[in-house]
């Protein structure tokens, strides 16, 4: 495998291209660039090619849910938002952990308390992982091919959208900052991956976990669905001031849509 990964990609140039045009992404600060463009370009592991589940991409500019999605951040992903909860506030903090680490650590969990043997454990670990893989070089493609502006910079140039229902704020910082362009969510992509695979392989999403994050050690948070979690990280994104509400919705069924891709073509019974 480590000689057919060879030339796979991996550290190749940058998928970017600056566009100065309303809507577009812009590093903010304008040094701070993506230390991993060059993850969409990758050969995938299980996937046709690295866009096979495009999204349908960011709602228009002056559509009635840009406006929606735009207002929601723009009131509880501030920095001083006055309408997010403390708990809220803690739990987009929560989940600004590396979703990798946190999934792979649920399925040991998860596997050992169903009494999974080590070569079903083997099994799961390849699907989980390859799929979750895919689904971030997917993702990658995905971001730079709308190339999608965060709503910080949205709105900060507000008046700029040709949106009556969205009004500028200069002033206006986010919670939490990612540097790389919006659409889709990247922590969805890989949510909606694992959790797919974890939903397939026991065969349910009704399933007690607990979830650590590096941001609180120590602490856990408990679910009793995958689903559960889920919903809670498409909040947790918007309430971080990270994610108009579409980018996570759609990063979510990116992920789940290549986590069906592989149960369907790889890690079949044998006959």
Known sequence: MIAARASDGRFGPSQWVSNTDIGHWQ???PQSLDPTPWVGGVQPFLMQNSSQFRTDGPNALTSAAYAE???EVKT???TNSTVRTAEQTHIARFWQSNPIATWNAVARDVAERFGTDMVDSAALFAMQNLTAADAGINC???K???DFWRPAHAIHEAARDGNRATEPDSSWTPLLSAPYPEHPSGHMCQDGAHLGVLRRFFGTDKIRFGVTSVQFPGEVRYYDRF????REIIDARIWAGLHF???DVQGKRLGEKVAHYMATHYFQPLT
């Open 245 to 247: 509400r579409t980018a």
């Open 140 to 142: 990658w493609n995905d």
């Open 76 to 78: 509880l992903g501030s």
């Open 227 to 230: 689903s559960h979690a889920l």
């Open 69 to 71: 999605d735009f207002n």
């Open 144 to 146: 730079y091919y709308w």
């Open 27 to 29: 590093p903010d600060p």
